[in-house]
């Protein structure tokens, strides 16, 4: 049973439009939601979330988290070919020890020129 | 400052074979956690290591799949007797600050 849900799984835009990635979770104590951007090799860190409604930015990426209702999104303005990769979102919950990360499927971005 | 480093990049084992897949940290990260992507799948948690202690393996298969971070050296995960079905992408990450850090991942394939 998946705790991590991403939507959706994959998109195709056109430079310069704006997208938003969704993650919605399930876990029992919520500790952190994490984000990362996967090409072909390491998923590179973008954000940790840990408190509703305090937006993380870099750049022209930005998260925010909604504990209430379980969820995160990432947005990304005026998109480049660049962006074109995997969006992970992962969760660590309190239960698990230090660490463990629940990941979804992730989200395929493709950006055309 | 060197990012997870993961090695080898590709593998290719027959079935029956071993695979050792290695793994070092970042520079002052003393925790290691392993993962496995299949296609069309999510990153699913392995095991967690800290120096010379497994904290928790309780993704990793019981039979055929072990792993070690010895005080020197990196971090092991190995594979014995291979089937097809280990086919895969195995990353290691390591952590500070409750973040972690992934490593290009190693690929392997059994024929």
């Known amino acids: 049973e998946d705790k991590v849900v991403q939507s959706p799984l994959s998109l195709v835009v056109h430079e310069g439009d704006t997208v938003t990635l969704n993650c919605s979770y399930e876990v029992t104590n919520f500790r952190s939601l994490l984000w990362y951007k996967q090409e072909k090799k390491a998923p590179t860190f973008l954000f940790m979330l840990t408190s509703s409604g305090i937006e993380k930015k870099s750049g022209r990426l930005s998260s925010i988290l909604d504990k209430k209702e379980l969820f995160s999104i990432l947005n990304i303005t005026a998109t480049q070919t660049g962006d074109s990769a995997v969006y992970l979102c992962?969760?660590?919950?309190?239960?698990?020890?230090?660490?463990?990360?629940?990941f979804g499927r992730g989200t395929q971005l493709t950006v055309w020129p | 400052n060197a990012g997870v480093m993961q090695n080898p990049r590709h593998l290719v084992r027959r079935r029956g074979q071993e695979a050792r897949l290695r793994c070092s940290p970042m520079k002052g990260h003393s925790h290691v956690y392993w993962y496995r992507q299949l296609p069309e799948e999510g990153l699913k948690f392995m095991v967690y290591l800290q120096k010379e202690n497994i904290i928790d393996e309780s993704g990793m298969p019981k039979e055929r799949f072990s792993a070690e971070f010895p005080k020197e050296g990196p971090s092991i995960l190995r594979i014995q007797q291979v089937v097809r079905g280990d086919s895969a992408a195995y990353f290691c990450?390591?952590?500070?600050?409750?973040?972690?850090?992934f490593g290009a991942g190693t690929r392997l394939s059994v024929l």
């Open positions: 990450a390591s952590s500070s600050e409750n973040i972690q850090y």
């Open positions: 992962a969760v660590a919950d309190r239960g698990s020890t230090l660490g463990r990360l629940y």
